[in-house]
């Protein structure tokens, strides 16, 4: 059997992290998001895979190549203009036989999932399905036993947002994750199909907005679309979403040190160090963490749970990291405090700088919501020494911020704060 492996798409509510890097490619645990799901086709014994791609198509080719460093084969597709799940579908269509999973290529399902999926009937189509409180982001499913009945997509809220005046992506967000009823059942986008769903999609006009779950909602109708759930399933919609994904995969990662530990280092809990890396002297380390290749911790540095640090990092002396992905050529000053952030690659911060982690709160003139974070840092920014970021807060990639700021507002890309 083979899958269909979507990952053309950009992303764009993950800006300003997907400026120069797809979703699928987003760093967790030290990782692309798309090796994970790649694994786990690998896991469950398929082997030959169809990618699409199409946004900064190349970073993905260069890094899985054909696939034989995962035990896979990888047959590339491109879309040429980020169209949707169908129309990227739609471009396999020559590609496959017979039965086939389709996949996102940015999200994590567990492989008991996959299994799950694998047991559908011969002869129907199935869907992937998991249980959430924060419905409105994802097509919420209705199913009968275990037959799909329909997907419904909710709409966007963004007019309140609008005539609030806070259009920003951090309220939409915020708007999006209230969902005031109880768990609710919604699509994975992970499908057991047929080629008959390329007739039904060629019907529909493959570029037209939900033409992937409109034509399986009408499928059901003729066939049984059989339900299949998820224990496990984790998506990133924001920047912020990556924290839990981060978590997630750094709580399976085990103990393995590679790097130099110098005298007086403290290491509890699993931690992975790779090769070239150094933790100078009287650093702690709190697992689980993941530290890449080149990185250069402390001294006296504290790095506490659910943190991951990139190849080629420097945190300097006395800082403190928590609950936060940092991704590869950052470098961070002495004396610095970040907590529950994501720092994305090529950043430089100064000394004394201080990431506040705090209660976020955005008011609309109907509703009052508030989520907990740091702040989101895009790629190639530099920020000088004695700044403070407030809790939310948003800079753009290549921005810069002069020394003794005190940051309580997003940048948009390249500004410039003197």
Known sequence: MKAVVLAAGEGRRLRPLTGNMGKGMLPIGNKPILSYVLESLASVNIRDIILVVGYQKEKVMNQFGDGKDLGINIEYVTQKFQLGTAHALFQTKDKVDDRFLVVPGDSLVDVEALKNLLTTPKGDWGILVASTSNSSKYGVVEVKGDKLVTIRERQKLTEDL????????????????????????????????????????????????????????EEAQRR?????????????????????????????????????????????????????ARIRANSILEGPISIGPGSVIGPGAYIGANVSIGDNCTIGPFSVVKNTLIMSD?????????????????????????????????????????????????????????????????????????????????????????
């Open 162 to 217: 609008i005539s609030s005046g806070t259009p920003s992506v951090f309220a939409l967000a915020l708007w999006e994750y209230q969902d005031p009823s109880q768990s609710t059942l919604i699509n994975t986008g992970t499908y057991m199909l047929d080629t008959d769903i390329f007739a039904r999609l060629e019907a529909k006009g493959v570029g037209e907005r939900l033409t992937l779950t409109s034509a399986i909602t």
């Open 224 to 276: 049984k679309v059989t339900i299949k759930r998820a224990d496990m399933w984790l998506d990133a919609v924001y920047p912020w979403d990556l924290l839990p994904l981060n978590e997630y995969t750094l709580s399976r990662t085990p103990k393995d040190i590679k790097g130099t530990i110098e005298e007086g280092v403290v290491i509890k809990g699993p931690v992975k160090i790779g090769e070239g």
């Open 330 to 418: 950052v470098t961070i000053g002495a004396h610095t405090s970040i907590y529950q952030s994501v720092l994305a690659n090529g950043s430089t911060l100064g000394d004394f700088l201080g990431v506040e982690k705090g209660e976020y709160t955005i008011k609309l003139e109907r509703y009052t919501a508030t989520k907990t974070l740091g702040a989101i840092i895009g790629a190639d920014c530099e920020v000088s020494h004695h700044v403070s970021l407030s809790p939310g807060v948003i800079l753009g990639n290549g921005c810069s911020i002069g020394a003794n700021k005190n940051l309580r507002d997003n940048l948009m890309d390249g500004t410039h704060v003197l």
